[in-house]
């Protein structure tokens, strides 16, 4: 697996993705061979992203920090900890 690998936003597996051509708005996209299905690292529409917090709650659990899991997942650090503090129930 290469370092900039995304996890898949379905299956949260990383082993299996695979570079799949460019999005309509210019960004790559990529194609998970365990589920099957394509996705992009970036959305413009945020409704797109799907199962963020279950991946956070995942990488968490296997002690990865909250900088750790943003490098992984391609995902602003802002947004990692927004997440963990709705899955730890503490409110912004």
Known sequence: MKKDTPICHYCGRAD???????????????????????????????????????QIERLLAENYTPERISNEMHVRLATIEAHIRQLEGVNP
């Open 16 to 54: 299996r993705i695979k570079r799949h051509g460019i999005g309509r708005t210019g960004r790559q996209r990529y194609y998970c061979a365990e589920c099957k299905k394509t996705f992009q690292t970036y959305y413009i529409y945020k409704g797109k992203e799907q199962n963020i917090a279950h």
